[in-house]
């Protein structure tokens, strides 16, 4: 016994670190049979790490033979070139001392050298690529095996050691080392592309030691926060109550690191800092050879190792709610914002004494909560409701499914807008309208990846919507009523528009605001066509089926149906100064860059605008139409009567026919301007103007009409009053009766003037005096009449 006593070592002369692994090992006197098994254990782990050293130890001989086999064939290349270099020279010393050198010598040498030296120099700048080479091959190749020895150190540094300590030194030696090599690889990159085989069998090495140094590095981090009792308990604090209205204190472990435990967070926390950041480097590098100018932007991983078990230990809760959803809102907010401060006053140095330019802390906690958040909601909400609403049959599930769907969105909505006043508050430097930054901090960011989700949100938002705004549409009242007031317009115009425009026009523009939140201009563009541009063409299609009751009862004969149609065209003049308006916004510019082939560049209402638009101009027509048939019904008489020219008369006599149907003609008139707007007003007047100018002129001028000065002075006078009808709409309305005027001009020239006109017989007569609408065989026709009756 006293020999084995002898034999064992004192306590004091083992080191802390076995006496710790010892300890812990056999704590009671139960665990001493445990020891062969350690024995064999510890044997075999040395076996191991044996087996490793002896690897190691062969490729550092084999790198270094490698290394000399490089060098001798170097240095002889270089004497090769030093010799050629000597020979060279001798051949320029003796030809200079050469004074019997006959020119022609003298020409063949210079012309040896001269096909001589650039063969030379380009072996020279081979030689020296195959020396760059062979030191950049040598210096990566050195690197590296810094970098696997660490990594491999660090593995079995673990079953020697419980501190972390030692593992957070090697991992800093190797990240530092990897910035070493992709500074070289950067350079070779950019300098010396051609090396692309060399560049790719490093990083092929590098990979394989990040693929087991960041695993590593994050275990460590999760390690020593969970050492810091991160994170803190949730059930014990009204934080979990979110109506009790109270502000809970928090137990925070980041304000509670002190002493050595503190040193050992921020140098962990430094190093995975510069391992991300080498990261974002090498993929930077990699990827640019493909896509020039790119940017990654990756949260930060230790923003990310504060969040995922806080939102674990928060899930406990969040499953509870999916049908009282505002609680979780309510928590993930809370949870964001209690915390926010804290990140902010302790990390954002540690982030700044990493070098992490453009990164801010509080931006990460933000926008990393609001993705966890983002996610719960992917994977557990949303197919909650997706089911609810395809599975609801009975009219009442189904409108309780989309009330309950309409909810979850008001509450994102909500959520998202008191995320970004806490973002912009806090004085950070973070464009929200820009799209990449703006899903960061949205909940709705989940439909950038599940579009069917949105296209299932603007259908109930349609139906909704569409519901409300038929009721407006079948009540009669609304049309009745004048529309008071602009909807999102600046101008002054008076469309004369029923109420039941402006309310449509209103409904949009609130289902329009649905969409403002979602965070891209594509996620926008597809709401407004999915659900905005629906309601539009119902709202066309409300007014063209109004229109064709009236024209199919009365024909559009009597004033109501006039009316009626008035009222449509006077709403789509409105809805489509609405949407011109709109698309003028930069809400809605932003989404013509996105078109898709001939659509890109044109407003997103562009189709629904030129509908509106070929619907007020169809049914214009077809009012002038109806007061020209009505028109020419009352002067038909009038224009088949060809006696009345013959008849003398005394003094100024007007057609009693002609001025009954300018009556109608200016009662209809005088109405329609009553019922229309101003703007769709001047068409119609212009387009009636038009007609009765055609009608009369061909029923007068053109019925080979023999006229008398006393049927000039007759005709004279009926069109002074049509003329005189007319000029309540213009100031000269022989401008709008164009041939009427100029026939009439032709009527009263002098006998000598017209024959002399005749004889000329050629376009510039007429356009001299003034006639420009009538051709040369109409006004030969009405000179010919004139000047029989003359003679």
Not at 170 to 195: G, H, Y
Not at 474 to 492: A, I, N, P
Request: charged content about 25%; aromatic content about 6%.
């Amino acid at each position: 016994m006293e020999g084995v006593a002898a034999s064992l070592h004192r306590p004091s002369d083992l080191s802390p670190s076995l006496v710790g692994f010892l300890a812990e090992k056999f704590r009671t006197p139960e665990d001493l049979p445990r020891s062969p098994d350690l024995e064999a254990e510890l044997t075999s782990r040395c076996s191991d790490l044996e087996a490793s050293l002896a690897d190691l130890s062969r490729r550092l001989a084999g790198s270094v033979a490698a290394y000399a086999v490089r060098s001798e064939e170097t240095g002889a290349l270089l004497g090769g070139v030093r010799a050629g270099l000597v020979d060279l020279r001798s051949s320029l010393r003796g030809s200079s001392k050469d004074g019997g050198v006959t020119e022609d010598g003298s020409g063949r040498r210079e012309q040896m050298l001269a096909d001589e030296l650039p063969a030379l120099a380009k072996e020279v700048a081979r030689v020296e690529t195959v020396r760059s080479y062979a030191e950049t091959t040598l210096k990566l190749d050195r690197l590296i095996g810094d970098v696997e020895d660490a990594v491999s150190s660090s593995v079995t540094g673990k079953l020697k050691t419980p501190s972390a300590t030692k593992s957070v030194d090697i991992c800093m030696v190797a990240i530092n080392s990897l910035q070493q090599i992709e500074d070289m690889l950067a350079s070779v990159t950019k300098s010396r592309p051609q090396w692309s085989r060399l560049v790719s069998a490093v990083d092929h090495r590098v990979d394989r030691a990040l693929s087991v140094l960041r695993p590593q590095a994050i275990a460590d981090h999760r390690n020593l926060l969970a050492s810091l009792g991160w994170p803190p308990p949730l059930s014990g604090s009204n934080i979990v109550h979110p109506n009790t209205g109270a502000s809970p204190e928090l137990y925070n472990p980041l304000f509670l690191m002190t002493g050595n435990l503190k040193i050992k967070y921020c140098e962990n926390f430094l190093s995975l800092c510069k391992l991300q950041e080498l990261q974002r480097r090498r993929k930077s590098r990699q990827l640019s050879r493909h896509t020039p100018e790119i940017t990654l932007s990756q949260p930060l991983w230790v923003v990310e190792e504060l969040v995922n078990p806080i939102m674990v230990a928060a899930q406990h809760f969040l499953s509870k709610w999916h049908d009282k959803p505002e609680f979780i809102f309510a928590l993930v907010y809370k949870l964001t914002m209690d915390f926010v401060a804290s990140v902010d006053e302790i990390l954002q140095p540690l982030v700044d004494k990493a070098m992490l330019v453009g990164r801010s802390c509080r931006e990460e906690w933000i926008s990393t909560m609001v993705t966890s958040l983002s996610t719960f909601l992917s994977k557990e909400i949303f197919p909650k409701y997706v089911d609810l609403l395809e599975g609801s049959h009975s009219s009442s599930n189904s409108s309780q499914a989309r009330l309950s769907w309409l909810h979850l969105i008001d509450l994102m909505i909500s959520f998202d807008k008191r995320i970004q006043t806490l973002v912009t508050n806090s004085g950070l430097v973070l464009s929200l309208t820009d799209d990449a930054n703006l899903q960061r901090v949205s909940s709705m960011s989940i439909f950038c990846d599940r579009p069917d989700w949105l296209q299932m949100w603007a259908e109930i938002e349609l139906g909704e919507t569409v519901g409300k705004l038929r009721v407006a549409m079948q009540d009669e009242k609304s049309w009745k009523t004048r529309f008071q007031g602009m909807v999102l317009m600046t101008g002054s115009e008076d469309y004369k528009s029923p109420a039941v425009s402006g309310a449509v026009l209103q409904g949009l523009s609130l289902l329009i605001d649905r969409s403002r939140p979602l965070p891209s201009v594509e996620l926008r563009a597809r709401f407004i066509r999915l659900a905005g541009a629906p309601i539009v063409r119902e709202f066309l299609d409300c007014l063209l089926r109004r229109c064709q009751e009236a024209e199919g009862l009365t024909a559009l004969a009597d004033d109501d149906a006039l009316l009626k149609v008035s009222q449509s065209i006077n709403s789509a003049r409105h809805f489509d100064s609405g949407l011109t308006e709109w698309c003028e916004n930069v809400f809605f510019l932003e989404m013509e860059s996105i078109g898709k082939d001939d659509t890109e560049g044109r407003c997103i209402f562009e189709e629904e605008i030129t509908m509106f638009k070929e619907f007020r101009t169809e049914w214009i027509e077809k009012i002038a139409i109806v007061v020209l048939r009505g028109f020419h019904s009352l002067c038909r008489d009038y224009l088949k009567n060809r006696r009345q020219w013959q008849e003398k008369t005394e003094g100024v006599s007007l057609s009693k026919t002609f001025v009954t149907a300018l009556d109608y003609i200016q009662g209809k008139i005088s109405k329609l301007e009553e019922a229309l707007n101003g703007m769709d007003f001047v068409p119609m007047w212009r387009a009636v103007a038009s007609g009765v100018d055609q009608l009369v002129f061909s029923g007068v001028f053109l019925s080979s009409i023999k006229f008398n000065s006393s049927a000039v002075e007759r005709l004279n006078g009926d069109l002074e009053v049509l003329f005189g009808v007319f000029s309540a709409w213009c100031l000269r309305p022989q401008g709008f009766l164009p041939r009427l005027a100029e026939g009439l001009k032709l009527l009263k020239m002098e006998e000598k003037q017209l024959k002399d006109g005749i004889l000329r017989h050629n376009e510039r007569w007429l356009r001299e005096n003034g006639i420009k609408h009538l051709t040369i065989a109409e006004a030969e026709k009405i000179v010919k009449n004139t000047v029989v009756m003359g003679s």
